[in-house]
Structure formats: C-alpha cells, structure tokens
C-alpha cells in the first residue's frame, strides 16, 4: 500500500484503517486490532458513508459485495487493492474499519423499581402492541420467559448471523442481507412442538452461548413464566421479541460494529414493514473513537433513530473502574505525563490519544527500563520505533470531513513473546496549542491497565 501516501484522500480514511494498511502482514496478525476487518483471502469488511445511488457504487465495483444500510451507509466487502480507489470516488464520504464489540450492562430488575410500576394495573405498562429488539449474544428461544401460555414463541423474527443459510434445508438470510439465517415464527413453532432438545436444534439450531442475550431480553421482555408467580418478569413482559444475534467472526469470540450496523438496520425496516414501534436494546459497545459522536456507527445510529418509531438504548458504564481513559488540558511550555501499567504476558495492546487538529503536540514513549522513544513528531504515513523489546507503530491521523478531532494511534507490539511488563510513559509535548484538550483511551475490555496522567515542566 505505498501509494497510499501520495494519494490525496487521507481524510476520508479512519486512521487506524490506514495504519492497518500500511502495517506488514506480519505486524497486522501480530496484533488483535490492526486485524479487525481484514481476511485471510486479501479482502476487508468496511463501514461506507456515500453519497448518490446505491447502483451507481456497485457498477463502479463490481467484485465487491455490499450491503446497503438505511441513511446512505454500506458494509462493504472489497480486495485490499481497490480501497485506495473507493476512497477515491467522488461519491464515497468516508470510510472506517470495524471495531470489535463488548459486552456492556447488565442491570438487575431491582435498581430500576419495576415492581411498584408492575403492581399497578392502571398503568397498563405492559409492552403490548411494542416489540423488543436485542441484539446480542442470541436468546434462548425454548425458555418459557419468551413463550405464550399455549406454548407458542414470542418471537416474531430471529436472524442468527452465525448459522450460513441453506436454501435446501429452507434456511434464508433476510431479504437484502447476505449473512446468516433468519427463522420466522413458524419455524420457531415448529421447533418447541417437538418432543426433545436434538431435534428442536436440528430445525431452529440457534443457541445464546454465554447467555447475555437471554439475560438482556429477560430485563426487557420476560414474561415471568419461567418463575414462580411470574416473579421475575420482565419490563415490557406482553411485548413481542425481534431478535438478532449478531456474527462472532474469529477466535477472540466477540462481534463487529459492521454486524451490529446490520443487526439494527434489519430491525428498523422489519418494525416498519410490521406497523409496530420498536424499542432496541444494544448491550455491546466498545470504547473507540473521539467519543463526540462522529464516527460512522454514532452517526448511523443517529440517522435511524429518526425513521419509523424507535427508540435505541445502548447499555453504558462497565468501564468506568477499569482506569482505562485519561484526559486534561495542554499548556505551553507544559509536558503532561501519562502512566500506562501493562501487566506479564502481553501479546498487543493499542492506545488512542484524541486532541484537536489545531493543536500542535509531539509524543514520546519511555518503557518500564527507561528506554525512551525520543520525540515522535507529526507526519504523514505509519511510524515504527522499537523501545526495548517492543515494536511501536504510530499512526497520526487527519481530521475527518466533519471533526476538527485528530487521532494519534500507537499498537504495542513484542518484538519476541510479550510486550515489556510494567508501568510505560507516555509524554505528551506541547507546541502551538488553541483548544488545549486532549483524552486517552485504552480498548474496552483491558483491566490489565490502567492510565493515570500529571504534569512537568
């Protein structure tokens, strides 16, 4: 991807797509970040935002596969080599790498009060005439919370983006999407009149693995059957259950924000073909980006929850203990200090400061044996420093059509097993500052570290 430095669309390129491509093979698989997107046949799954036809994308590309979303958005799947020239197209805005997803809240009935609420038939808060969407992990479809009292499901849809469809066995992705399975109600029938668990998965063979899918829509939606005097019921407990259990892509076991895209683009467009609103649950989530609501997934969020009668609520706050974000102001003449403690047997790690464009700021990495990076200055295209016994690849990125926010994106990466063990530096040195902030994020799911962040003169 050498070309990728001349060519004069850095804007509309995520910054850590950019650092993924011009990372070697050998670093991008070394690393559980720069791979996200990628496949081992030299095609990548990207997040689109364009403009114009559909059509006129396709014809332009016509070995790629998209899959056109409400509000001018498409996951793409495209050759490593035709990315410089979607970025290129005039119709093409922007375009992002997907991130991978976590799993978030998971509240018990008990804080939110529901009882006086449920205890009051005059309320009538029973969720009838609404349908509940979670996305997540799957759902237990045979658990008697999401049954009738004749023992028919409470599902109108169930698409499970990990079954790959079969047309012979009448298994269909859903209409426009090409992943996975969708089961109807019938099929879903079907499957609980049976009278064992073999042959319940051999028709309906969908299953919530961890079980957070479950548990989310019991919170939401769970009819009390399942407890003795429908105790532990749900929030909307007559309401009906669109459920989507989103693709679990490669070994680390957690989906991708193109599969969520998915996952409620399907949901809105079936609650609207239903004439039914739709309440929809998202209890994964990530802590990537400039966290101002400008990358793609935020903003595509924000375009659908304006079409049809939705309301989107996403599950917040299982980090907030982990230490995982630093953040403050620069001053002139003032270098603010950031300690990274990274705990044994580390294989990659990556790290994302987030300040304005305007503001001129160097950085240096020191390890826990003191050897330091020197000044890292700004510059076009992917820079690589060995500190120690770890390889730093830095990426500073540009704004996007639409923020000012600028990423600098570092992947730590060992240079033999493991990234050097204890407590890292980061130095950040001002030069010309107007807008002063700046915030650090580690990835969602790292209690390993912690960021902890003073000043020096």
């Not at 990315?83 to 799993?103: G, K, T, W």
């Not at 009448?170 to 992943?179: E, H, K, L, N, T």
């Amino acid at each position: 991807m050498d070309n990728m430095n001349t060519m004069d669309f850095n804007q509309k390129i995520d910054v850590s797509l950019r650092a993924s491509l011009e990372a070697t093979p050998v670093e991008r698989n070394a690393s559980d970040d720069l791979s996200t997107g990628s496949s081992s046949d030299g095609f990548w799954n990207l997040i689109v935002l364009y403009t114009g036809s559909p059509q006129t994308l396709q014809n332009e590309f016509p070995s790629s596969s998209f899959t056109f979303l409400l509000g001018n958005y498409a996951i793409v799947k495209i050759s490593e080599d035709d990315i410089p020239s979607l970025a290129a197209f005039p119709q093409v805005i922007y375009i992002e790498r997907p991130r991978q997803l976590f799993f978030e809240i998971v509240s018990a009935r008990q804080a939110s009060c529901l009882s006086a609420i449920q205890e009051n038939s005059s309320y009538g808060l029973t969720g009838k005439g609404i349908l509940i969407s979670v996305i997540d992990s799957g759902i237990d479809y045979a658990h008697p919370d999401f049954c009738n009292p004749d023992k028919t499901t409470r599902l109108v849809a169930l698409w499970d983006q990990t079954i790959l469809a079969d047309p012979s066995a009448g298994r269909f992705a859903p209409a426009g999407y090409s992943q996975g399975t969708l089961f109807s109600p019938e099929q879903i029938n079907a499957a609980l009149q049976t009278a064992g668990h073999e042959e319940r998965f051999r028709l309906v063979p969908s299953r919530d693995i961890s079980g957070h899918g479950t548990a989310v829509a019991g919170i939401a939606a769970g009819n009390g059957r399942g407890s003795q005097g429908g105790r532990y019921r749900g929030v909307a407990p007559e309401a009906e259950l669109l459920i989507v259990k989103m693709g679990i892509p490669g070994e680390y076991g957690f989906p991708r924000t193109t599969q969520l895209m998915r996952g409620v683009d399907y949901i809105i467009r079936k609650a609207e073909e239903l004439k039914k609103p739709v309440a929809v649950n998202i209890s994964f989530g990530n802590t990537y980006g400039s966290h101002d609501g400008t990358s793609l997934l935020e903003r595509y969020l924000n375009t659908v929850s304006e079409r049809w009668k939705n309301v989107i609520c996403v599950g917040s706050g299982n980090e907030g203990t982990t230490a995982g974000h630093a953040a403050g102001e620069l001053e002139s003449r003032m270098t603010t200090e950031v300690q990274l403690a990274v705990q044994e047997r580390e294989v990659s790690l990556n790290l994302q400061i987030w300040k304005s464009y305007v503001d001129e700021v160097a950085i240096m990495l020191i390890d826990p044996s003191g050897n330091a990076s020197g000044r890292i200055d700004e510059r076009t295209g992917i820079q690589r420093i060995t500190v120690g016994e770890t390889e730093l690849l830095i990426y500073y990125g540009e704004p996007k059509p639409y923020s000012v926010r600028q990423e600098i994106y570092i992947t730590f990466l060992p240079e033999s097993n493991f990234i050097t063990p204890g407590v890292w530096t980061i130095r950040l040195v001002p030069g010309k500052i107007v807008d002063k902030s700046w915030q650090m994020w580690l990835p969602a799911p790292v209690s390993y570290t912690h960021l902890r962040a003073h000043e020096t003169l």
